[in-house]
């Protein structure tokens, strides 16, 4: 077990950094010249530009700006900007140069908001997904069963930026059901400003996700009420109660932790579309406003932010794994 972990740490930080280096690449040979970004005219004339990026190191070779990247992950760096001088400790992630900000200071004031909304979405999408799914189950051919999966495929096929911007429009801005949407920190406004900003959004995200997770636990559930193992504890006279949360529902909850946890990895690598209509400054929004800057430095940590969190959603659903099923054995 112990081993499996560190090759699966040692595979995560190995992705991590192809990843960078994929992102590097992307802006140092892609077509556009990174330095254009910084120039503050609108027509910017080749010797301003020549200055820019000489000035801000993009004349050295990718390798060596690549290698003092990493080396700022490990030890931090300080950056020269102009006659500022921006001391950026370890784990540092570049600076922006646009904002004038250390990113990882930056990123760090923005995760609370992304973090609220994936962890109200995901708690919304896990309960009424999987017991929709399971009361389904139990009643599979009936009309309730048909309703569930009817509703999950109706809303499944919406679009979800379309859903969310529908009920933005209309329970906030045109009937008033909801209040304003927006992150209120915990810590600092209380406990309800912070759910009353939230409460919308946590609902979109949470029951638009939890449909995928009605048909998923229901489809599970099914087959494994079909093993042999629930027809025998059923045939030791175990209550129908029993057999269902203690057999099935244990071997059923399998493939619906796989995609929970690459679901809320990807909520905390930057809910986009919900932040932009909800007006939640957390990551997602940040990164999108980053490119339409070329703000360098903050793309590139938000792209290796959000492939960590990717990277520990599957190391994590790996071990998980062998705690709730006894038949999945790690070597």
């Not at 992307?26 to 503050?40: I, K, R, S, T």
């Not at 904002?99 to 708690?123: E, M, Q």
């Not at 986009?272 to 929004?285: A, H, K, P, S, V």
């Amino acid at each position: 077990m112990f081993g499996y972990i560190v090759r699966r740490v040692i595979s995560g930080l190995l992705v991590l950094l192809v990843v960078s280096m994929a992102v590097f690449a992307l802006f140092f040979y892609g077509p556009a010249n990174p330095a254009l970004a910084y120039c503050p005219e609108t027509r910017c004339t080749p010797q301003r530009l020549e200055a820019i990026t000489t000035q801000l190191g993009l004349d050295r070779p990718v390798v060596e700006q690549y290698g003092e990247y990493m080396k700022g992950i490990f030890v931090g760096n300080d950056f020269q900007a102009g006659a500022i001088t921006i001391k950026c400790d370890a784990p540092c992630l570049g600076v922006s140069f646009k904002l004038r900000v250390n990113v990882t200071d930056y990123l760090l004031g923005k995760f609370p908001a992304t973090l609220s909304i994936a962890l109200g979405g995901a708690v919304i999408m896990l309960v009424v997904g999987v017991s929709s799914g399971i009361f389904a189950a139990r009643r599979r051919g009936t009309g309730w069963d048909k309703g569930i999966v009817g509703v999950a495929l109706v809303v499944n096929a919406i679009p979800y930026y379309l859903l969310a911007l529908l009920a933005y429009l209309l329970l906030i801005s045109k009937w008033g059901i909801f209040p304003e949407s927006g992150y209120n920190p915990l810590l600092t406004d209380g406990p309800i400003a912070w759910a009353k900003g939230l409460l919308l959004a946590w609902l979109v995200v949470g029951i638009s996700s939890s449909t995928q997770y009605a048909r998923f636990s229901r489809g599970s559930m099914i087959e494994s009420m079909n093993e042999d193992y629930v027809r025998t504890a059923r045939a030791k006279g175990l209550s129908e109660r029993r057999v269902t949360f203690r057999h099935a529902l244990r071997a059923a909850i399998v493939p619906v932790v796989t995609i929970f946890g690459l679901e809320f990895a990807y909520l905390l690598a930057g809910t986009i579309f919900t932040e932009r209509i909800f007006d939640i400054q957390g990551i997602g929004l940040t990164a999108l406003q980053a490119i339409g800057t070329k703000d360098l430095p903050i793309i590139s940590a938000t792209v290796l932010i959000g492939a960590a969190f990717i990277v520990a959603a599957n190391l994590f659903v790996d071990i998980i794994y062998s705690v709730i099923d006894p038949r999945v054995r790690l070597s």
